[in-house]
């Protein structure tokens, strides 16, 4: 079995005990992974096999079990959200050989096409 491997199994079993007591910040767990030779690396690969979660709070990253998903919970999006009321104007496009990396469109103003 490849280091790469074994490292991957400690993981498996590692990480779900670590996030049963709740969420964990993500920089405690990458520290306690390290000293229990797991690399971030592989910590990270096995977080998505095993889909834990991960949410922004309070300036820190946590990491969490399904268990504890009510404690994140998602932002809903409004009713209609997705529909565009108002035309569109100006286009943003992130351009990196720009300087301040974003350039604008305007769009033309919109016209009906006649069938």
């Not at 990480?15 to 229990?36: D, H, I, V």
Request: glycine share 6%; with cysteine; proline share 7%.
């Amino acid at each position: 079995m490849k280091r790469q491997d074994r490292m991957a199994a400690r993981a498996r079993v590692w990480l779900p005990a670590q996030l049963e007591e709740g969420p964990q910040p993500t920089r405690k767990l990458f520290e306690r992974a390290e000293a229990a030779g797991i690399s971030r690396h592989a910590l990270c690969r096995i977080q998505q096999e095993l889909g834990v979660q991960t949410a922004r709070r309070g300036g820190k990253w946590w990491w969490y079990g399904e268990a504890h998903a009510y404690l994140f919970p998602l932002k809903k999006l409004e009713e209609n959200s997705t529909t565009i009321t108002a035309p569109l104007t100006e286009l943003c496009i992130v351009d990196f050989t720009v300087p301040g990396g974003v350039r604008i469109l305007k769009l033309p103003p919109m016209t009906k096409v006649s069938t």
